[in-house]
T-cell receptor, first 115, second 114 residues
Framework: GAGVSQSPSNKVTEKGKDVELRCDPI?????LYWYRQSLGQGLEFLIY????????KSGLPSDRFSAERTGGSVSTLTIQRTQQEDSAVYLC?????????????FGDGTRLSIL | AQSVSQHNHHVILSEAASLELGCNYS??????LFWYVQYPGQHLQLLLK??????LVKGIKGFEAEFIKSKFSFNLRKPSVQWSDTAEYFC????????????FGTGTRLKVLA
């Protein structure tokens, strides 16, 4: 079946611009996660959604970062006034209901480059 | 602080060699542990997981990992690697309750020479 879909796959933008990254989870997956992977670093947790609510957004690095999820499906991660340190691969993962006992299914990521 | 350490950043092995990738974690409380793998050009996928019970867990493709609580370790092993095991391997940990925040290691790039 279809996996987690992320778009765009690559995004190059100028410093100071806003960007929106999209994640389309696997159908029926109520849990959704966003991660950031900077060069040479592990995956850094950003935010977790259960349905449309975000019980854990503790990983968002600054108030320039926000995320929403509508209809319990598609999620958008928005970065305002981008900085060069925002350059990274942004990964989305989804899982079935059941909390942390359910394995995460990852998308291919969006590679974001800030000039 | 909560963290996961993967001390081997790059590993190169010949086919049929044995593999052990180290993973140590720092986390207060009981944990669930995972190994994820990312093959070239593919997305991350679950290799194996430990929740409770037998500390030796077996995953796909002949991989296994052993949870040693006293050492805060969850090392990944495979007796005989294949060229197709070339990939990046990530260890991850999460507390068993009250959190959704997975902590990932920085990954180990494994290259297997044919």
């Amino acid at each position: 079946g279809a996996g987690v879909s992320q778009s765009p796959s690559n995004k190059v933008t100028e410093k100071g611009k806003d960007v929106e990254l999209r994640c389309d989870p696997i159908s029926g997956h109520t849990a959704l996660y966003w991660y950031r992977q900077s060069l040479g670093q592990g995956l850094e947790f950003l935010i977790y959604f259960q349905g449309n609510s975000a019980p854990d957004k503790s990983g968002l690095p600054s108030d320039r970062f926000s995320a929403e999820r509508t209809g319990g499906s598609v999620s958008t991660l928005t970065i305002q006034r981008t900085q060069q340190e925002d350059s990274a691969v942004y990964l989305c993962a989804s899982s079935l209901p059941g909390g942390i006992n359910q394995p995460q299914h990852f998308g291919d990521g969006t590679r974001l480059s800030i000039l | 602080a909560q963290s996961v350490s993967q001390h081997n950043h790059h590993v190169i092995l010949s086919e049929a060699a044995s593999l052990e990738l180290g993973c140590n974690y720092s986390y207060g409380g009981t944990v669930n542990l995972f190994w994820y793998v990312q093959y070239p050009g593919q997305h991350l996928q679950l290799l194996l997981k430990y929740f409770s019970g037998d500390p030796l867990v077996k995953g796909i493709k002949g991989f296994e990992a052993e949870f040693i609580k006293s050492k805060f370790s969850f090392n990944l092993r495979k007796p005989s690697v294949q060229w197709s095991d070339t990939a990046e391997y990530f260890c991850a940990v999460i507390g068993t309750s009250g959190t959704y925040k997975y902590i990932f290691g920085t990954g180990t790039r494994l290259k297997v020479l044919a």
